[in-house]
């Protein structure tokens, strides 16, 4: 098997799984506690979570703090149901569906237009009275990376809060400034099941998940020690290795492109993060090729929107007819990625396409 889809998720660090088993421990161990008890072992789990919260402030701006949640899209569901305010939320026409239909019920939802490299002009307009602006720093499906220093002013300009969604950035680039700045711990090789809203000092967000109020009031509800030492101990690898594997991922991208010469990429050749290619082969039968290409994992987009049957409204967006939706596929690799396995994929995926021209 050739793993070619960390957009979609990535595979869980080895640090990252040693830290999470020492809470996984069954009676005779002591890290299993309830983080919000107080006695010795709620402690222990108390502090081996902020400990983490500490990892994994890191890598975001200072100034802020940080709230951990299920996952980025409740992380961005908090954000954009908490501001405070009413008006328009403005967001960019790729914005993932956590954003774009949680704006569309807490609106008025305005779309930002995007050109056909995937950019979407922070020079724009925006409508006044706009109360948020949220425009995603790396899109999932075709890679581009977008100006969040500009769209930040823009938006500090408009009186308007800015909400990052930093899922595909965090631990691979620094991150966007912002007002919130939402991450999963499963798209850098940390576990499933576990995410984070940072919120920068001054900005205060209504709860909207009711109960305990674990999470300073925030967020209800028992947080998992083993899930946040898990995410903590994947921050603590990205910030050591971030250059490193910006470089291998980079040495991957130069491969993949030499082989997939001819084939035309989705999205900015040179604003974009090089671990996503998004290409495109006219007349390509997607369904097909990922029949015949059984021991390759990729996707056609969305991990999230996988199965609807409906071209990617990203590609859509950027300009594409819905026949060169569908003739495109996305490849992504990561770390643990290796050049040899890029060439093995590359071999069979073009052989595969081939056979679909000379026999249709």
Known sequence: MIYLDNQATTPLAPEALEAMLKHLEGPDGTGFGNPHSPHKLGRQAAAAIEVARERVAALFPSGGRVTFTGG???????????????????????????????????????????????????????????????????????GVVQESDKWAARAKAAGALFLVDAVQAYGKMPVASADMIAVSAHKFHGPKGIGALWVRDGVDL????????????????????????????????????????????????????????????????????????????????????????????????????????????????????????????????????????????AKTLKAAAKEQELWG
């Open 206 to 345: 209504t709860e909207q998940q009711t109960g305990g109020g674990q999470e300073s009031g925030l967020r209800s509800g028992t947080l998992s020690p083993a899930l946040i030492a898990g995410f903590g101990a994947a921050a603590g690898l990205a910030s050591e290795r971030m250059e490193e594997d910006s470089a291998h991922v980079a040495a991957l991208w130069d491969r993949a492109r030499d082989h997939f010469d001819g084939w035309i990429l989705n999205g900015s050749d040179t604003s974009r993060w090089r671990g996503n290619m998004n290409i495109r082969k006219d007349g390509l039968d997607v369904a097909r090729l990922m029949s015949d290409c059984r021991d390759i994992m990729f996707s056609a987009g969305s991990a999230c929107a996988s199965g609807s049957g409906k071209p990617s409204r990203v590609l859509k967006a950027i300009g594409l007819s819905d026949a060169q939706a569908k003739s495109s596929i996305r490849l992504g690799w990561s770390r643990y990625t290796a050049l040899e396995e890029i060439d093995e994929a």
């Open 72 to 142: 980025a899209t409740e992380a961005l569901n908090l954000a954009i149901r908490g501001a405070a305010g009413n008006g328009p939320i403005a967001c960019s026409a790729i914005e993932h569906s956590a954003v774009l239909d949680t704006a569309r019920t807490a609106g008025p939802e305005v779309v930002l237009g995007v050109d056909v490299q995937g950019r979407c002009d922070p020079n724009q307009d925006v409508p006044a009275g706009t109360r948020l602006i949220a425009v995603m720093q790396v899109n999932n499906e075709i």
